[in-house]
């Protein structure tokens, strides 16, 4: 891995007082009930399997997004496959290696939580969690206090809710990012941090993509990689927040895990964990070459929100 590092400031810890639900377009302060959220003209917000239901019309990008996301569901839980077991991997370097080795405390948003990985893995923290897939997150009903079918585009919480936004591998499936980035430092704490992963956009890889994944449904059009400077850019836009940590991880595990299972290989191996344990020895190995590094194939960064507002 590539280390771009400053040192990390502490993770400030505050008060985990309820969390403020808005209503979507007058951002009003929602008042809560036994099994909705209403808002000040009295519509009514329906608790669907514990899930708040604030997404409301979509245009057609994020439409085809979410009917791709619908599809993939059953990727996403398939224990034959390979790329569930390297989402853990990413989970851990999301909540734990970025900082410090330790998960952080305070209040944390789950960005585009999807299933809820992070919520299964660490139930401790007692995440919030939000997405515009409503497929994808009434499946996540583990290690959440709060659970919010929404736009990253527009988040429906108060200015400075959150000491940590944690966006894993989200990114690259929304249909603005610069608005959501946007977003993530308006509900953060002053201070606070936004860690985020996404695919590297590399020539071939994308072409691969195109040649294994072109017809597949659970591809959407919009999904898309990032540049190092593009990714750079996309969270520093406006001085909203100062990067404190880059790298750059995943190289032979991501691509193999990745092709055995667009090529439907994956269910048919013997003993998919041991596969998964070896493909990553090989990258530990690639990794300790000098400049190899270099060629990861996932972003993840840590950044700190500074103190200028954005509303």
Known sequence: ?????????????????????????????????????????????????????????????????LRAQDIALEEYRDPGLLMPRYERDMARLALVELFGGSPPQGDILDAGCGIGLLGRLYPQLKLVGLDASMTLIREAKDGYRLRVEASAETLPFADASFDVVIALNMLHHVINPDRAVSEFARVLRPGGTLVAVDPRKVGVIELAKQVLRGRDTAFAPS??????????????????????????????????????????????????????????????????VPGVSRAGLNLAIRATRTARRTS
């Open 223 to 288: 999904h898309k990689a990032f540049g190092v400077e593009e990714y750079d850019h996309l969270v520093e836009q406006q001085g909203l927040f100062t990067l404190e940590r880059r790298e750059r991880v995943g190289l032979f595990t991501l691509v193999s895990m990745g092709g055995l299972d667009a090529l439907k290989l994956s269910p048919r191996l013997p003993n998919p964990e041991l596969a998964a344990n070896l493909l990553r020895s090989v990258d530990q190995a690639l990794f300790r």
């Open 1 to 65: 891995m590539v280390y771009e590092t400053r040192a990390l400031s502490a993770v400030p810890v505050s008060p985990s007082p309820a969390t403020t639900l808005l209503e979507p377009g007058t951002r009003v302060p929602l008042r809560a009930e036994s099994d909705a959220y209403v808002g000040s003209n009295g519509t009514r917000y329906e608790i669907e399997d514990g899930v708040v239901r604030l997404l409301g019309a979509v245009d057609p990008a994020l439409a085809a997004e």
